[in-house]
């Protein structure tokens, strides 16, 4: 059995920039959209696989964590913009009120993602091109320092107001949006908003 590390992980990735992820899909054998049905999960599977994780490689142990995340992208205005927001993480009502922004699991999963950004051709697409591996690696310290604001911002917001005034009008750069369907969703996540995603692909 292969460890792969997070640096290895990219460098298997960035061989396939320029190519198509469905193509690679049933090169090996993940199904798409084959059964009329889309399997939704089928980008990140083919993406797992093209940095070398199958079930004879695993990821390094901690310290060299990493999650490889697809982001959807389109042109608007001849200029590569994210279709969605992206979520981060689930929030925990115990650890976001205790636990400051760089001790956090929204920064650990943050500075863990590898960024694969896929040309976004319309729904039910037959393809979609890899076209940029990112990191958290090259992102300046300042958007860094705001994204800590936004947290810090959520969580003084949470210990004063409570989980339920936690909403996706917070923060410049990540937000605490409910998660789930229904209008009566409980739960919270933190998202990188579409201006997030943005400045990283400008990285």
């Not at 198509?20 to 089928?42: C, F, P, S, V």
């Not at 142990?61 to 001849?78: D, I, L, Q, R």
């Not at 310290?141 to 409570?162: A, P, S, V």
């Amino acid at each position: 059995m292969k460890i792969i590390t997070r640096a290895v992980a990219i460098k298997n990735l960035k061989k396939y920039i320029g190519r198509d992820l469905r193509k690679l899909a049933l090169e090996h054998g993940i199904t798409t959209y084959e059964t009329g049905k889309q399997n939704k999960g089928w980008k990140g599977l083919v993406l797992e696989r093209l940095a070398g994780l199958d079930n004879n490689n695993k990821k390094a142990p901690n310290g060299e964590t990493f999650e490889v995340k697809s982001v959807s992208c389109h042109f608007m205005n001849k200029v590569l913009a994210p279709k969605e927001t992206m979520a981060i993480t689930m929030i925990n009502k115990q650890e976001l009120v205790s636990t400051s922004f760089f001790e956090s699991h929204c920064w650990e999963k943050l500075r863990s993602i590898i960024f694969c950004v896929v040309m976004w051709h319309g729904k039910n697409s037959s393809t979609g091109e890899l076209l940029k591996i990112i990191s958290f690696d090259f992102i300046d310290e300042q958007l860094i320092k705001e994204i800590c604001e936004d947290y810090e911002f959520i969580r003084k917001k949470l210990i004063t107001q409570g989980f339920e005034s936690l909403t996706g009008g917070d923060g410049k750069w990540i937000q605490a949006r409910t998660k789930g369907s229904g209008h009566g969703s409980t739960t919270r996540a933190f998202y990188a908003r579409k201006e997030l995603l943005r400045k990283i692909l400008e990285a």
